[in-house]
């Protein structure tokens, strides 16, 4: 499926949050990154139709999910109140920053309640439930009371809930968050076992959920795609530019640049720096391996950069 | 339909005890007690006693329809059932309104084979809840809370029961015998109920509910 999003603006009141955002989504695992406010969680909102945009759509295969007419002809259906157009159900998962339960619910009957509420037929319902709740390994759980669950488990259940009908994309809002390390480990193998079977968009401030888990980068600001590419591509954007330097060369660094971290090797204290701004390298320094990380910030404080002389 | 009926279920099922008890204080203590009073009724106290039955009534309706609106728009779940949801809410809104009926019935036959000439209340009784039931959905809606939404219906039911609204304004109109109601008032009711059917319909379609607050 390729979902194509034209020029798509967001306005709360006078504040616009989603500028003209133009993409081109595949079949493939997205991370979506960006500081708090470039627009993630209201950009996934638009593909989940929780809300509508103020201006642009957003096509899936060549069909508007706003109007129900294809990209450049005639509408024939209208997008009513579902993730329904032109007689075909478009199958969108999605995860919520906020999720949660009712706590009165069993995990069985919070499926349940998913359940009918994605229409999916009641004779299918409990197989459904069931080969969902395996998936993301709470079958055990499932006459647990939801109150009882951890907060990994919870986001697992989203997961689950999410996946109903087989939905050919999966919307997740910061799905790791505050889950420790073995939840995380289970909530990446669940999403693993999904890779090219649908399209994925993960929203994360974790650029190492990014390396472990996406094929590409979509990295915005200010209600503004910076880029938009492979790993690499976004990599890119800080290679030749990262150095490790120590204290007093740091202090002699002039122009634009972001310390990343500080490590110490054979005893001294070494900062990882990225140069900022155009043409920026270091005499008598070879720079490092850039990493995504690297990438992700040299794109998003390059912008900033321009306007301010360091940082 | 299938699936309003298994949500219904699961609806039930999770809030039992919120249901239970106000129906138990209903059949087990007001039912027994008025239908002693009806025995040998003047007109003041048949008017006394159904404006009692429509103020506990239309109290408990409110209360039940909180119930089904909290479980399908509750803040937690609001997002993630408002992606790809088959239900819509004035749908659910009429589902829960027929669970309600179906407790109230044996109340309402029982008030209904007493009564004698004042029968025509029942009928009354029930289109109340009808106005009451689709009001609090456009509330909770417009306020985006169920919660908000029951809170502000609740002040509109005391100022009604306390004749804090003139009583053709006043939807929830009691202790008046059917023959008393102006057909002013059936038009008042049924256009604030039709108003408010669009208006849920409208916010549904624009998503107005769905924004986080």
């Known amino acids: ?311 | 339909m299938k699936n309003i009926c298994e949500l219904q279920k699961l609806h039930l099922h999770a809030q039992r005890i919120f249901y239970l008890i106000p129906l138990l204080f209903l059949y087990a203590i007001l039912l027994p007690n008025q239908l002693l009073l009806m025995a040998d009724m003047d007109e003041t106290e048949a008017v006394r006693v159904f404006g009692l039955a429509q103020e506990y009534l239309l109290l408990l309706e409110l209360w039940f329809q909180y119930l089904g609106v909290r479980f399908l728009l509750s803040p937690e779940l609001r997002e993630v059932s408002c992606c790809g949801s088959v239900v819509r809410k004035p749908v659910w809104m009429f589902s829960n309104l027929l669970v309600s009926y179906g407790a109230f019935l044996p109340y309402g036959i029982c008030l209904w084979a007493k009564s004698g000439r004042y029968a025509g209340n029942v009928p009354v009784l029930f289109f109340q809840c009808f106005v009451m039931a689709v009001l609090l959905l456009f509330a909770a809606m417009l306020l985006k809370s169920p919660l908000g939404g029951a809170a502000l219906m609740a002040g509109y039911y005391f100022l009604c029961m306390t004749h804090g609204v003139p009583q053709t304004a006043g939807l929830l109109s009691t202790g008046r015998l059917p023959q008393d109601f102006e057909k002013q008032w059936y038009v008042i009711q049924i256009f604030a109920a039709a108003v408010s059917i669009a208006a849920v319909n409208c916010m549904e379609k624009t998503r107005y509910g769905n924004l986080q607050v």
């Open chain 1, 1 to 311: 499926m390729v979902i194509e999003i034209k020029e798509l603006t967001k306005k709360y009141g006078r504040k616009e949050v989603l500028r003209g955002i133009s993409l081109q989504l595949e079949t493939d695992t997205y991370g979506l990154a960006g500081p708090n406010g470039a627009g993630k969680t209201t950009l996934l909102r638009l593909l989940a139709n929780v809300q509508k945009p103020s201006r642009g759509e957003i096509f899936f295969d060549e069909e508007s999910m706003r109007s129900g007419r294809s990209n450049g002809s005639a509408c024939l259906n209208c997008f009513v109140n579902r993730n329904r157009f032109a007689g075909k159900t478009v199958e969108v998962g999605y995860l919520p920053q906020k999720f949660g339960c009712f706590p009165e619910l069993t995990v069985y009957e919070q499926m349940k309640y998913f359940a009918c509420l994605k229409g999916v037929e009641p004779r299918k319902q409990n197989g459904e439930i069931l080969r969902l709740l395996e998936a993301v390994h709470l079958e055990e759980k499932a006459e647990t009371k939801c109150r009882k669950l951890s907060g990994g488990m919870v986001r697992r259940l989203g997961i689950a809930q999410a996946l109903f009908g087989t939905p050919r994309l999966l919307l997740l809002d910061e799905p790791t968050v505050g889950l420790d390390p073995e939840e995380r480990n289970h909530f990446n193998e669940i999403i693993r076992r999904l890779e090219g079977r649908l399209t994925i968009v993960l929203s994360t401030h974790l650029i190492e959920d990014v390396r472990n888990l996406c094929g590409r980068l979509i990295v915005m600001d200010s209600g503004r795609v910076l880029m938009a590419g492979e790993l690499e591509q976004i990599t890119e954007a800080a290679r030749g530019r990262v150095y490790e330097v120590t204290k007093a060369e740091l202090e002699k660094l002039e122009g634009p640049f972001l310390v990343r971290n500080s490590v110490r090797k054979s005893g001294t204290e070494l900062f990882r720096v990225i140069l900022l701004g155009e043409n920026r390298e270091m005499e008598n320094h070879r720079p490092c391996e850039a990493e995504i990380e690297d990438g992700y910030l040299a794109l998003l404080k390059g912008k900033e950069a321009m306007n301010e002389k360091y940082l």
